[in-house]
C-alpha cells in the first residue's frame, strides 16, 4: 500500500440510475453561453462564436437534493444543464465519432455565485470563485446510452417553488454534444470520467433560501432540489 503522509480524499462519484453502480469522476467541463437566448440575456451577442469553457471541481457534484445557499453571496443563481458523462477519450477527436465516447447523460444545476462572478468579470478574471464553490453543481443520476441513447431534442424546463423559470430546448443548442466533445479534445486530453455540461436556456434566476428547484429534461426525468 502506498505511504500517503495524509489521508487521500475519497473518490467523486455519481449513481448510475436504476442501478448500485457508481460512475468516477475526473474533471468537470462546462461550456458557456450555449443557447443563443440566455447568451442575449447575459448581455451578449448570440451569433456562433467559438466556444468556451471553464470548469468546476469534481467534488462540487452533489446528487443529495440539497443545496445549502453559499456564503459571501447575495445573489446566487440557477442555471439548469444537460450533464455528460465520458467513458473514453483521447485528443483531436472526430465530430464523426465523438459520441462513441459517451457513457450517459444526466441532469445538473450550474450554481452561480452571480454577483461575484459578475465582479470578477468586470476585473477581467477568472470565474472560480462565482462557479466552483462547494456543492455548488446539484445533479442527478447518469442513464446509460443503452437506455436513453443520444438526446439531441427534448424539453429543457425548471421550476422554482412551482413557477417555470427556465424553458427550452435540446435541439437549441449552439454546440451540440459531439461539438463539444471534439472543440475539447483540441485542447485537453479526455478521459474516462470526464463531465460535460453542456449550457443552459435562458431564464436564469435568483434563488433564497428555503426555495425548490425542479428541472426536467424529456427522457432524462426530474431532479428536485432544496435549497437550505
Not at 33 to 38: D, K
Amino acid at each position: 500500500m502506498p505511504d500517503y503522509v495524509i489521508s487521500p480524499p475519497q473518490p467523486v462519484t455519481l449513481p448510475i440510475a436504476g442501478t448500485s453502480a457508481l460512475f468516477p469522476v475526473r474533471r468537470v467541463y462546462c461550456i458557456g453561453r450555449n443557447y443563443a437566448a440566455h447568451a442575449i440575456e447575459m448581455g451578449h451577442d448570440p451569433d456562433r462564436e467559438p466556444p468556451f469553457f471553464f470548469q468546476k471541481n469534481p467534488d462540487n457534484l452533489d446528487p443529495s437534493g440539497v443545496f445549502p445557499y453559499p456564503t459571501q453571496s447575495h445573489d446566487v443563481h440557477h442555471e439548469a444543464e444537460m450533464l455528460v458523462a465520458l467513458a473514453s477519450g483521447g485528443t483531436d477527436i472526430a465530430i464523426e465519432t465523438a459520441l462513441d465516447h459517451v457513457y450517459g447523460y444526466g441532469l445538473a444545476l450550474d450554481m452561480t455565485r452571480r454577483d461575484l462572478q459578475g465582479a470578477q468579470k468586470k476585473l477581467g478574471r477568472p470565474w472560480e470563485i462565482g462557479k466552483a464553490f462547494e456543492r455548488s453543481a446539484p445533479c442527478g443520476p447518469i442513464h446509460p446510452v443503452a437506455a436513453v441513447g443520444h438526446p439531441d431534442a427534448g424539453a429543457v424546463s425548471l421550476t422554482v417553488n412551482g413557477a417555470v423559470r427556465q424553458s427550452g430546448d435540446l435541439n437549441q443548442m449552439i454546440w451540440k454534444v459531439p461539438e463539444m466533445i471534439a472543440y475539447l479534445s483540441m485542447y485537453f486530453e479526455l478521459v474516462a470520467g470526464d463531465i460535460i455540461l453542456s449550457g443552459t436556456p435562458s431564464g436564469v434566476g435568483p434563488v433564497e433560501r428555503g426555495d425548490e428547484m425542479v428541472m426536467s429534461i424529456d427522457g432524462l426525468g426530474a431532479l428536485t432540489v432544496q435549497v437550505i
